[in-house]
């Protein structure tokens, strides 16, 4: 019977504690006598998700992409995405894909999932197609904008279990339902080694505005949406995309930048700051999620730099004007999202600007660097197992 150390358990080595040298079978519910309480019921979650990992490849070529060829294979996946995909030319099966023109501004976006990088093999393949799905439409929920369609991309060993592949694609189909996103074409290719899926999705304004990154002024205020630091424990597949947040920004007056947190707020607010300012946060205000600071008990990190730093929050970060009727615009927003949290966090100030005895210095917190190795950069993203 296979058995796995209890980081393995986890699937987080920075999950793993010395003193936790018990061993846990994927058939035992039993959890030690004396062992703490607040853990056994995430051992009991990690153990069921072990069970259900599920690796994308097969030494079987019958069980393999391999064994229906191409010509097959997009039959199968017409099948999977079902009434998702409109039929050709508006759909898969043609050279390109007829839309409609779309008034107003259109925007488009383009994001990947990388086996080893953004998910493996304990988030079951339907996460991680939503996964693909749902990371671009949180780009299109940072302009304030609403998705029209998609495309999808797929590279793949040939070695490719077509189980596993039928669940991707399901994963997508059920995100496409549940936005009325239709998926519209994309494209297979065989390549050595992995899985790389590539979803390129059109959107268009909501509205009259478009809010970029480019905007912010000196002494404008710092909000973030909902909880921060949740992703190595497995939110980053299972995340809510703020769409109805961002349209609604986007009309508000007084918001003057926006931007989804992907690769930490550290790091993410830099791209937010006018030229010659800083973020000035408050380490009191931050929204630290109870999944940080559960990870910190057994990190060796602080929960503040799990909110930080981690990333792949796909919460939206945005600035409002100085000037602005703060309670007014907090009031309004608590009754438009009752459910979700919005936190006033700092200011953009100049770098000698006098600052609160509880400012951070964010010099100290990093973000993920996507040209680094993850073993030389604090807060690398090392999350992709739930």
Known sequence: MPEFQTRHVYGLRRLASPLLCIRVYPC??????????????????????????????????AETVSALGERRLIEAISRWLGDTSPRTPFGIGDDCAVLPVIPGRALLTVDPVIYGEHFDDAVPPRAAGEKLFKRNLSDIA???????????????????????LADFYRGLAAVSRRY??????????????????????????????????????????????????????????????????????????????????????????????????????????????????????????????????????????????????????EARWKRTFPSVPLSRIGRFLAPGEARSAGALDLSSYHGFEHLVRPDRVTGARRRRSP
């Open 28 to 61: 035992s519910s039993v959890v030690p006598i004396g062992f703490p309480a607040r853990w056994r019921h995430l051992i009991h979650t990690r153990v069921e998700r072990t069970r259900r990992a599920v690796h994308p490849f097969s030494t079987h070529p």
């Open 142 to 164: 940072a302009m304030g904008g609403r998705p029209v369609a998609a495309v999808v991309a797929l590279a793949f060993d040939s070695r490719l279990k077509t189980r596993w």
């Open 180 to 329: 009325r996103v239709p998926i519209v074409g994309g494209d297979i290719a065989r390549q050595r080694e992995g899985v790389v899926a590539t979803l390129t999705l059109l959107g268009r304004t909501a509205g009259p505005r478009v809010v970029t990154r480019t905007g912010a002024r000196r002494g404008d205020v710092i909000y973030v949406t909902g909880r921060l630091g949740g992703s190595l424990v497995g939110h980053h597949w299972k995340f809510t995309p703020r769409l109805d947040e961002g349209a609604w920004l986007a009309r508000q007056r007084a918001v003057q930048s926006m931007m989804d947190v992907s690769d930490g707020l550290a790091k993410d607010l830099l791209a937010l700051a006018p030229p010659g300012t800083v973020p000035a946060l408050e380490a009191g205000a931050v929204p630290v999620s109870a999944a940080a600071r559960l990870t910190a008990r057994t990190s060796g990190r602080t929960a503040l730099d799990h909110a930080l730093s981690d990333g792949e929050d796909y919460e939206l970060a945005f600035a409002v004007a100085s000037g602005a009727e703060l309670a007014s615009f």
